[in-house]
């Protein structure tokens, strides 16, 4: 199978900074990426990670253990645009990207 | 730069009627397309992709059909829609070989 697992909501406060999990089945694993989606809007592109360790990108960053399966998306300095729904998204050989369920993140003033 | 572009935005459409959603690509050649449904605060599911003029994968069975007539066009189409067909329908494309999927702006379909 080629599900993926992630906590359905998360909270935090302006400033904060926030971890959202993803685990994933490793079957013909290749690599795992992130999107942003804003209510109403589409999915955009994040991050991807296809080996082990930690990938910066300005606030954002993704990290990506490959013997636990596990990855996760770390947002610091939380602004209230960052609520949103974040997706993780599994690549397999041979195959599409599948999406995990999604994580909705409020951020509170 | 590469565009994408996904009409319309929203399409109210009774039980029965047919169903036409257009996407187009600029900015790149040969492109990997796809579209995918999203319900009302869940996931994306992929319906259909395309690596190719003519070629069409399907992924989940239902009443919807998928064509590409043109490098950088994709169709989603069905002959009578049914209620469970609302949704988000969003297109997206990538490269041959990237990691990351390019969103059009989506169609709401509401079925009445």
């Known amino acids: 199978g080629q599900s993926l697992e992630q906590p359905s909501e998360v909270t935090a406060v302006e400033g904060a900074i926030v971890q959202i999990n993803c685990t994933y089945q490793?079957?013909?694993?290749?690599?795992l990426s992130w999107y942003q989606q804003h209510d109403g809007g589409a999915p955009t592109f994040l991050s991807y990670n296809a080996l082990d360790g930690l990938e910066e990108t300005g606030r954002f960053s993704s990290f990506l253990s490959r013997s636990d399966s596990y990855g996760y998306l770390l947002l610091q300095e939380l602004q209230m645009k960052d609520s949103a729904s974040y997706f993780c998204?599994?690549?397999?050989?041979?195959?599409?990207?599948?999406f995990g369920p999604g994580t909705r993140l409020s951020v509170l003033p | 730069s590469q565009t994408i572009h996904q009409w319309p935005a929203t399409l109210v459409q009774p039980v029965g009627s047919p169903l036409s959603l257009e996407c187009t690509v600029e900015g790149t050649s040969n492109p990997n397309l796809y579209w995918y449904r999203q319900a009302a605060g869940r996931g994306l599911q992929l319906l259909f992709y395309?690596?190719?003029?003519?070629?069409i994968s399907s992924e989940v069975p239902q009443n919807l059909s998928a064509s590409r007539p043109q490098d950088r066009q994709f169709i989603l189409s069905s002959k009578k829609l049914l209620l469970s067909d609302s949704g988000f329908y969003l297109c997206a494309w990538s490269p041959q070989t990237g990691p990351g999927y390019t969103f059009g702006s989506g169609t709401r379909l509401t079925v009445v």
């Open positions: 998204a599994r690549l397999s050989y041979g195959q599409n990207f599948v």
């Open positions: 490793t079957s013909g694993f290749y690599g």
């Open positions: 395309s690596v190719g003029i003519g070629q």
